[in-house]
């Protein structure tokens, strides 16, 4: 069993039933569990008691960003339900990320969202957000500067924010996918293995995973390619 798997396990799913049925066939000592917008939604905060119940580390990904009052009670509550990590937009400013900080205990880890990988650089024109690696780098700063545990990156920027982060600062990667499997809608993707080698800390994988005829197999694959052993 690993003490710190790296593997987050997205369940991008409808249903808390469903995630039930995926997570009854996945190791908690073998990877975490990503709680989305659409599964709290349908599901609430009882889903993730569910998942804690049966010995999983909950990430709960509902990226927060609103007035500093609202993000530091929303916080709060997800440390309440015991989640081990829980995010917040760095767009919100660094007043709203010293209120989460606050908000927070040190036993959940509090991880910002720079720029969403799926803005382009036209939709980021259009946002008056202008070239995407240099706000990335200047947001991942802003969280740094403001206490935060860690971003969520893309791992092609995770080799530049390590050489200005150093650890324990934790990069977070979605965009994950087992050389010569399909990349569905993701388009800058990187195998497990490459995403460590450029400093991430965390891979996030979903589909890879949740939509394999035996994801505890297809789990065991990702671990093999990261030399994360059983
Ligand atoms: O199925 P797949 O491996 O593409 O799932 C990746 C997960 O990571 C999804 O839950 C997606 O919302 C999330 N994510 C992402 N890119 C980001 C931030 C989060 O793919 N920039």
Known sequence: MSLDPRIIVA???AEGREALALADRLDPGACRLK???ELFTASGPAIVTAL????????LDLKYHDIPNT?????ARAAELGVWMVNVHALGGPRMLAAARK??????????VTILTSHDSAELAV???GDAAARVQSLAHLCAAEGLDGV???PQEAALLRTRHARPFRLVTPGIRPSGSETQDQRRIATGREALAAGADYLVIGRPITAAARP??????????IGETG
């Not at 908000?103 to 910002?112: E, Q």
Request: charged share 20%.
């Open 127 to 129: 946002l008056g957000l």
């Open 103 to 112: 908000a927070v205990p040190p036993t959940t880890l509090l991880i910002g």
């Open 216 to 225: 505890h197999e297809a789990l065991a694959a990702c671990r093999a390619d």
């Open 52 to 59: 804690r119940d049966r010995g999983f580390d909950v990430f």
């Open 35 to 37: 709680v989305g917008l």
């Open 11 to 13: 369940l991008d799913l």
């Open 71 to 75: 993000v530091a009670r929303a916080c």
């Open 152 to 154: 969520v990156c893309s």
